[in-house]
């Protein structure tokens, strides 16, 4: 096998055009970021890092959808399973009580 004239390996002529190709499209994201720079810029600090507030066309929007009361009967339910877990959890560590004397009454009659 022939050693290359130089160190670095030679790589496949296909590799070139993929090389040239990322090149070319890093270029155009590196255009594109420096154009939404100046957008930015332009736009002044002002609204800069500012949280939108609600609209009253967004609020209108989000009560005309239904999905405030979508979230009113999700939010009920859950808290229908929570107060059912928590009345299981209240029998199951009663339960475990009764069963934690009981052994403690045979564990001293044993002795």
């Known amino acids: 096998m022939p050693l290359a004239s130089s160190s670095e390996p030679a ?3 296909a590799w070139t055009d993929v090389l040239d190709r990322i090149q070319l499209v890093l270029a155009e ?10 957008a930015l810029e332009a736009t002044g600090p002002e609204s800069a890092g500012q949280p939108l507030g609600p609209s009253e066309e967004n609020i209108t929007l989000v009560e005309k959808s239904g ?9 009920a339910a859950t808290e229908r399973a929570l107060d059912a877990a928590q009345a299981a959890l209240d029998r ?5 009580g009764q069963v934690t004397q009981t052994l403690a009454e045979l564990a001293t009659r044993a002795v």
């Open 11 to 13: 790589l496949p002529a």
């Open 29 to 38: 994201a590196l255009r594109a970021a420096q154009a939404r720079e100046r």
């Open 67 to 75: 999905a405030v009361a979508d979230c009113d009967e999700l939010a």
């Open 92 to 96: 199951w560590l009663a339960s475990a």
